[in-house]
């Protein structure tokens, strides 16, 4: 069986809670992603996508920093959960990107991407991109 570590993103680019919407905006540019997770001391303590800077930080007298855009309540999963498990956790949470963690420690980032592109979880990604799509347009 096929393990969130086989299919993830391990070499992700964080910020902390002080890096400016500037310096986050420019790494999503630069890197081609919708969102990055903040980290202290090695441990997700949210993520910033580029919603939360469209919708809480543009624009907005005061907001200079990543942890006042960010989201807080973080899902994350397992290195050695199966992609079944990541899959699950996507549909329940209406979200296409889990932070990847080891012993509480930020190890990598798998997306709903990820998971469709490998045969064993076409189904189930499938599955959570249609209840992801749906709440979209509710």
């Known amino acids: 069986m096929m393990q969130v570590r086989d299919v993830m993103s391990s070499n992700v680019e964080t910020c902390s809670g002080q890096d400016s919407l500037q310096t986050i905006s420019s790494k999503m540019e630069s890197l081609n992603v919708g969102a990055i997770p903040v980290v202290d001391n090695g441990q997700v303590v949210g993520m910033v996508t580029d919603r939360d800077l469209a919708l809480r930080g543009i ?57 469709s592109t490998h045969e064993l979880s076409n189904e189930s990604a499938g599955e959570a991109l249609t209840q992801i799509s749906q709440n979209d347009f509710q």
């Not at 200079?64 to 956790?89: C, G, K, P, R």
């Not at 296409?96 to 509480?104: D, K, M, T, W």
Request: glycine share 8%; aromatic share 0%; charged share 15%.
């Open 59 to 115: 624009g907005h007298d005061g907001v200079d920093n990543a942890s006042q855009v960010m989201s807080n309540n973080i899902v994350t999963i397992n290195a050695d959960a199966s992609l079944e498990e990541a899959s699950a956790l996507m549909s329940q949470h209406q979200i296409r990107r889990l932070p990847v963690v080891e012993n509480g420690n930020l190890v990598g980032m798998v997306s709903l991407g990820d998971l």
